[in-house]
């Protein structure tokens, strides 16, 4: 079997893609790959707290290793981090890099450019599936998640915090993918097939963060976050 680590955002496409892969006999997932801003202990982007990270891992019963980043980073810091990362995990026999990609195609080509540097090899099984197949899938499945963080340019604060389910579907604007796959929206999963018990939390506040172009990005936006609180389950 091919030795294999995941990447996860503690998100649906992760958790999709992930109870697919580990339905592949030609892959052995023995580790959980996650970037985690050390200034406020919450995973990059979607901004939930560790310590649920944490939960998850435990119910997926797969080992984690956290990749830790400064608040403010650069893409030549991002890329030195990351690349000290993969050479670490390739020096322990891993060959192949798993992740929940869709369809972004420079994306999915940056990966497999800074993969090939360390001797690793991209695998995508979620690669040029359909949106609303996948999330379709996913709900059927009985997976459940919420959103934590939505894009204001596309979607407004009522949509932070809303569980993912065919009404959600239904109400998402004409211009926004289904499954978020452009940044639209971030979410959390908290239970499904490949867990075995519920991660509990409560919610919190919403805040909204901006971002402005800057030397680290040359896009500017705003976000809506919930916050999600850990309950004292384990």
Known sequence: MKKAFFNWSTGKDSALA???IL???????????TSVNKSFDRVSMHGVQEELLNQ???????????????EEVSMDLYGEIMK????????????????????????????EQKLAEVNLKGV???????????????????????????????LDKTFVG?????????????????????????????????FKKP???????????EYKKDKNTNWETSFWYIDLIPKNNR
């Open 18 to 20: 992930l109870y697919t």
């Open 56 to 70: 998850q891992a435990e119910s997926l019963g797969l080992p984690l290793q956290k990749i830790y980043f400064p």
């Open 23 to 33: 339905k592949d006999p030609n892959f052995s997932i023995e580790k959980l790959v």
């Open 199 to 209: 991660i509990e939390f409560s919610l919190g506040e919403k805040t909204k963060k």
């Open 124 to 154: 995508f099984p979620l690669w040029k599936r359909d949106s609303r197949e996948i999330m379709t899938e996913f709900i059927s499945l009985g997976f459940k998640a919420i959103t934590v963080s939505v894009n204001s340019t596309y």
């Open 84 to 111: 000290s990362s993969m050479d670490h995990l390739a020096a322990e026999g891993y060959e192949y890099s798993v992740f929940g990609d869709i369809f972004l195609e420079d994306l999915k080509k940056y990966r």
């Open 162 to 194: 809303r569980v993912l389910d065919f009404n959600f579907i239904n109400d998402l604007p004409e211009n926004v993918d289904v499954c978020g796959e452009n940044g639209e929206f971030h979410t959390f999963v908290y239970d499904g097939p490949i």
